[in-house]
């Protein structure tokens, strides 16, 4: 319960975690609410947290569960049903050429734009695959999920994005 | 569309580095041989590349920064924080209040011991060891007697004539005393060495001070204190601190 040593692990990741809550309520002032939740629920649970497991996992845990329960979280928790059984665009996706996704990329505006309409579910994994950059492993701490899901969502969330992507693509 | 049967998502598992290393190896060769799916990374490649900035697309502000870092940070350092500097001015504060009592008590100790000296020559029926006007006949007596040689001014013509002195003992320390009328008052000039104890009890800095009732003024030169006291007003005293100064000077 060393609140120093617990600052000196936390804090950062103040800005990683920040950046993702505001991606998956894509309002700043929930955000900082989930922070500041995530940061006083580690906080109490710091004493029970094993030295040499990993802090990072556990934090974006805490912030998951926290913006599961919060109102911009119940919101969307339909998102996560759905989840397994969107078939996803499979037939759009598959439209969709290398050449075409080469396109895409070189429109950062577009990407975003396309995460932002994903499912949160399919959002939140792609962001913590693609953008925080964790392992599959650490991935199936965060969501609580065998590694088996986490391989199984992320093929469906990169098959939405690239859906949209296309479609997007499409529109222009 | 892509002729080649190898799974999209085996790709994407290729580029995330979570296929097993003899799956890895083997997709390596497939992608030497076939363009198609060459192209297919290329493209993946390029998206995740594209997609990195959302890692900093959102940027606490400094001010969320700070008050997360109120929430988390330690309270006792905080405390420490600020409980540091006031111990120490309070223990500051403290140890001045000593120092400055214990001086004070030893600046009281001093003048009181001056006083007494000036009051029981005041009295005393006999106050002169030596009666003299003549500052030639009172520096020569104090010869051998004192530890150390002082200067007497030239009193003709101010408004200072001595009367005489005597020896008299100054924290147990040999010490000259001359007394010097002002006019109908009596001051007395009390000449010790420094080294007598008194430095610590140093009463005033400089110019006259009143002390129950006296004027004082006291100073140091080459190792000698002198004290100037009397119920004469404070403009006397004062010249007469001058005047000995002017001999005793440099």
């Given amino acids: 319960m060393d609140r120093a040593f617990f600052e000196q692990l936390a804090m950062p990741l103040f800005d990683q975690l920040y950046n993702h809550a505001c991606w998956l309520t894509g309002d700043r002032a929930d955000a900082e609410d989930l922070v500041q939740e995530t940061y006083a629920k580690a906080l109490k649970g710091f004493a029970s947290f094993a030295e040499g497991t990993n802090l990072r996992a556990w934090m974006f845990r805490i912030l998951r569960n926290a913006f599961l329960n919060s109102r911009s979280g119940l919101k969307q928790k339909t998102d996560y049903l759905e989840d397994e059984e969107t078939g996803a665009d499979e037939a759009v996706a598959h439209e969709v050429t290398p050449e075409a996704l080469f396109l ?36 199936a701490q965060v969501l609580d999920v065998p590694a088996g899901t986490v391989m199984s969502r992320l093929a469906r969330a990169r098959t939405n994005l690239r859906a949209a992507l296309g479609a997007k693509e499409a529109v222009r | 569309m892509t002729a080649c049967s190898q799974d999209r998502n085996a790709l994407a598992a290729y580029l995330d580095g979570e296929l097993p290393a003899t799956q890895e190896k083997s997709m390596q060769e497939h992608l030497r041989g076939c363009p198609e799916c060459a192209a297919e990374v290329a493209a993946q490649v390029s ?10 697309r959102f940027a606490p502000s400094a001010d969320f920064r700070r008050k997360l870092q109120a929430q988390i940070a330690p309270k006792r350092s905080v405390g420490v924080r600020w409980l540091w500097p006031a111990a120490v001015a309070t223990l500051a504060v403290m140890l001045l209040a000593v120092v400055w009592t214990r001086q004070s008590t030893l600046r009281g100790q001093a003048f009181r011991e001056v006083a007494d000296l000036h009051i029981s020559d005041l009295a005393s029926a006999n106050p002169y060891d030596v009666v003299s006007s003549d500052r030639h006949t009172v520096k020569p007596w104090f010869q051998g007697k004192i530890p150390f040689a002082f200067n007497v001014p030239e009193f003709a013509g101010s ?35 420094e080294s007598s104890g008194l430095g610590t009890g140093l009463p005033f800095f400089g110019g006259v001070a009143v002390r129950d009732s006296f004027n004082v003024e006291t100073w140091e030169k080459n190792g000698l204190r002198f004290y100037v006291i009397g119920d004469a007003e404070q403009g006397a005293i004062h010249r007469l601190a001058q005047a000995l100064q002017g001999v005793n000077g440099s």
Avoid at chain 1, 119 to 127: F, G, K
Avoid at chain 2, 47 to 56: C, Q, S, T, V
């Fill in chain 2, 47 to 56: 998206l995740r590349r594209a997609m990195k900035p959302a890692a900093a």
């Fill in chain 2, 159 to 193: 408004e200072f004539t001595l009367l005489g002195g005597r020896l008299v003992y100054l924290h147990q320390q040999p010490a000259a005393q001359l007394m010097v009328g002002a006019g109908r008052h009596k001051i007395s000039v009390l000449m010790a060495q």
């Fill in chain 1, 104 to 139: 895409a990329s070189e429109s950062q505006e577009a990407i975003f734009s396309a995460l932002e309409r994903l499912p949160v579910a399919h959002r939140e994994i792609i962001l913590l695959c693609d953008v925080d950059e964790m392992s599959y492993r650490e991935i």
